[in-house]
């Protein structure tokens, strides 16, 4: 094979500053006397070594006449596709060879000293570009590890792949492991206090030429003191590249003696090939360990059984049968597939995969996951596996909000233009009110420059909570999935948890408290009064803004599909559609009718007859015409409600009279809305005035709130509709009564804490305001569009045509799906304590006892659509629904300190109504990952048979190796809870982490 090349280029190359070289210094070079090169099995050792000076480039080594780098260059070795060895027998110290494939001849080299040789033959393994990319592979894999982002993008990795001829290699994902292997000890001597030890073990591989030196993989949990310790956490390879059939594996076990302080000591250590585990009987291998220093001392033996996963389901479900360490059979193989071991065909595709799920892998990205095996227990063994991804919602949806508020400003202020001429007084009030919003839009249009500029991980680091850039994103944002699978029929069950930091505006302080402080006041005995810092027609006013924006939305709405239903001849519906309709259009009509609107209706008619020539006025309208636009009204809506009973709808003029009468209502409620818009704008300038920074301040406090409130839900609603998507009776449940997301919140009640919880309870509750609607997807577009006011959001969701044409009627015509939240709080460090023996815990009473109110309401609702089961989590369950609901009921009503009950029964209750569930704290990232893993092993018990001794091995181990210490490695840099040992005392049992993984640290 010819190479063309240019010389003098290269000559150049070669002499350049060494900042450019990995490694120079002088070797023997062996001449044969035909050239440079060597023939391996007939080389003559008269043949001479040669001391050249050498540098290595990338995948080029140089050498030169002299032992030099001041005589010239003489030639180079283009190092690909190599090995590299060492060789004995000949007569220069310290030799090595370079070998290339198909080739007989090789290269000898020697170096001066052994340290020298093992330095250089390395540096040229690792300048091959096998090797370059055995390194980026590793330290992509390491960024990872502990930023959670990919560092690569798509594009550069199909780059790489394809300069190493892999375009032809499956696609690989976290989720989706090529191999899984577990491990058992057996035997292990007592430590030296005569107590069984605590072990763990580290993994390390090697996969020879490209890699020279153990490369530390993984590590399982601690058990504690066990003489045979089985671990829970499996060790998997997800990428194919990552091991070939002379991979060696190096296990070490370590004795712990100080878990706090991360003492411990190696016992022994095993090492074999991957070859030499598939070749064994049931693809498990029994070693006996052996320690560095005394060979001949009994360490016992370690066991790896590795589990290959097969393209094909049904694979599993014919050839596993038990999963025991010690005695069960592994996954059988065929002698075919013992002979070789090709990873990049045995990818399993899993049925919920995120990144093969077309609705989720756009939203979810950088996934982490960890895998644990449950022993065998009666001939069946649990997989669980935890995955955490990021969400692209995180700084998306915070744009679309801004907007939307920038847009609901601007309609306010040509509201104030619209009341035309004023007395000065007035004038100078409407100017400087509309100064303030004119202030906060500025600050919104800021925000969404950066937002929509910005590029880095998708979610926001709770160590930047107080960044004003970043204030209307939601704080540590992650999808928490656990996948659970079950033995016989591999079955998966799927559960999600939304893990995100509490709403609240962490950029304005909590000097005065949250917003349930600045707008209510929560009194001992329960009773809510407006709060001295809102005064009470203010709060009206508000009240009524909303009220009415959200109620002229959903008339809107309505009308719409009236107009729809006349030409599909389904009476039934447009009966239902009608009634819905009149319904909202007198509660309307009532709202029209407060009493201060009236008031507020005649001041602004003087104001406008003192200041204008003619009597006519344009702004407003007298109590005359508002009454009878009212009458005309009610006497429309009698008119179609008339219509609507008709059983013949096909009669020559029926639809003529419909369109006719629902375009007389909506005249008559634009004008009607437009002469309370004026009275409310008014009733602002003349009573808010004083207020006008506080109003905006408020605003303000209230959008960063349910813009991160929003993101969300919006997350959530994403994972139900995934994972329910051909699940009919979830479909018509939503349809019907809406769907429920419920928060639990860890907050506590005490200092800044509790204005966060105040925030987040405001947050909540207007999430009461958002509907969903699905809507057919663009190529172009995936993401969800909002739009509508602050009263009234709507979330539109791009679904694929196909999947939509599955859904029931009212959903594919765009019905609504609306929400109910609800928030149950329970402070549980040490600030909750001292809030329970020295401050006030009746703001977390009241929260959970209304919250509990509307949940019970959800569930009659629910009982009454059938008792349905979902496919998704059809699974045995130890109470039924209503004997949870009344165990959450009196959980609520026990005034028990720190009451974690009632976090876990209304989980359970959310989960069987196929609700979306929602675990924060402060960050999302201390208390949330003890309350989210917590719930994990719950299921895990309740659901599955987990017996009491695994509940709390696992509940550790997923604390310890699990994806939530890698949260805490993503915000903060370092994988340790940001606990000391006083939070942790004053925790509940179960919401304590194992010792070594908590620790003073920035949070």
Partial sequence: ???????????????????????????????????????????????????????????????????????????????????????????????????????EKVQFLAAHTAEQRDEWMSAIQQATYEGLRAQLIYLRTVLISKTGHDPMSEDQIKQVDSVSGAEGASEYHPEEPVLEMSIACSNLPDSQDGRPPTTFVSVSIMTPPQHSSWMRYSQTEIVQESNNPRFLTIVSF???????????????????????????????????????????????????????????RSLGTLTLLLWEIPPQRQHLTEQTQSYDMESGPGIKRSNASRQGFQPQATVKQRSHSINRNPFLKKIFVNAITKSYRRPASDDEALVVQEIMTECMLSFYVPQQMLKLYIEEEKQKNIQLCRLGEMDQKYETMRKEIMDERIINMDQYLEAIAFLKDYKGLQFKKSVNKADKATEFVALNLHLQRMRVTKPPKRTEYMYDFITIGAFTAHTLKFKSGGLR????????????????????????????????????????????????????????????????????????????????????????????????????????????????LMEDTRDELIKLNKLAQSTSPE???????????????????????????????????????????????????RDIVLSQAITGAIAGFYTKLS???????????????????????????YSDEMGMLEDMVVGVEDLNNVRFRLVPASESESM??????????????PIGQIVLSRFPQELQRGHHIKILPVLFSIGINEQQTLAEKFGDTALQEQINRDNLVLIRGYWEQFTKLSQRRSATVEVPRTDSLEVVV??????????????????????EVCRQMNGVRFTSCKSAKDRTSMGVTLEQCMILQQQFGLDARTFGHLLDTMRSEGTRRTNTMKNLGIKKYAFNSFQIMSFPKLYRPPDGTYGKTQT
């Fill in 723 to 749: 994972t329910h998507s051909t699940d009919q009776k979830f479909l018509q449940q939503i349809s019907k009564i809406g769907l429920l997301l419920q928060f639990e919140s860890l907050l506590s009640t």
């Fill in 517 to 628: 402080r600045m707008l209510y006041e929560t009194s001992r005995d329960g009773v809510t009064r407006s709060s001295p810092m809102m005064p009470v027609v203010l709060l009206e006013i508000e009240t009524l803004e909303r009220n009415l924006k959200s109620l002229k939305t959903k008339v809107e709405w309505y009308a719409t599909q009236i107009k729809s239903f006349m030409n599909t001849q389904m009476a039934e519906s447009q009966q239902d559609i009608s009634k819905n309709y009149i319904t909202v259009v007198v509660e309307l009509i009532s709202l029209c009718e407060n009493p201060l609107l009236s008031e507020a209706a005649a001041s602004l008619l003087n104001e406008e007859t003192s200041t204008q020539d003619t009597k006519q006025c344009d702004a407003t309208m007298n109590s005359s015409l508002v009454n009878k």
């Fill in 886 to 907: 009344t165990r959450l009921q009196e959980a609520v009503h026990n005034k028990k300190p720190k009451n974690v009950d009632i976090l876990q029964l209304a989980a």
């Fill in 651 to 701: 009669e020559q003029g029926w639809q003529t009279d419909v369109h006719h009468t629902v375009n007389c209502i909506a005249d008559y409620i634009e004008q009607l809305y437009q002469h309370v818009s004026n009275c409310l704008a008014f009733i602002l300038i003349r009573e808010g005035h004083e207020h006008r920074s506080m109003l905006a301040t408020l605003q303000y406090r």
């Fill in 1 to 103: 094979m010819r190479m063309r090349f240019n010389s003098r280029e290269l000559s150049q190359l070669a002499i350049q500053p060494p900042k450019h070289f990995t490694k120079e210094g002088s070797l023997f070079i062996k001449e044969a006397s035909s050239g440079l090169m060597n023939d391996f099995f007939g080389r003559k050792k008269s043949d001479s070594y040669s001391e050249r000076w050498c540098r290595l480039r990338s995948n080029l080594m140089f050498y030169f006449k002299g032992k030099d780098m001041l005589s010239e260059p003489s030639g180079v070795i283009m190092l690909e596709k190599c090995t590299v060895m060492e060789v004995e027998g000949e007569t220069q110290p310290f030799t090595f060879v370079i070998a290339f494939p198909g080739d």
């Fill in 238 to 296: 997800t990428n194919p590249r990552d091991i070939t059939m002379i991979t060696r594996f190096k296990a070490t076990v370590y004795a712990v003696k100080d878990r706090a302080k991360g003492k411990m000591v190696a016992l022994g250590q095993v090492v074999c090939t991957l070859r030499e585990i598939v070749t064994s009987a049931d693809n498990r291998i029994k070693l006996r360990l052996v320690s560095s220093t005394n060979f001949e």
């Fill in 784 to 797: 969800p569009v909002i739009s509508g006011t602050r009263s009234h959001i709507v979330v539109d969701i």
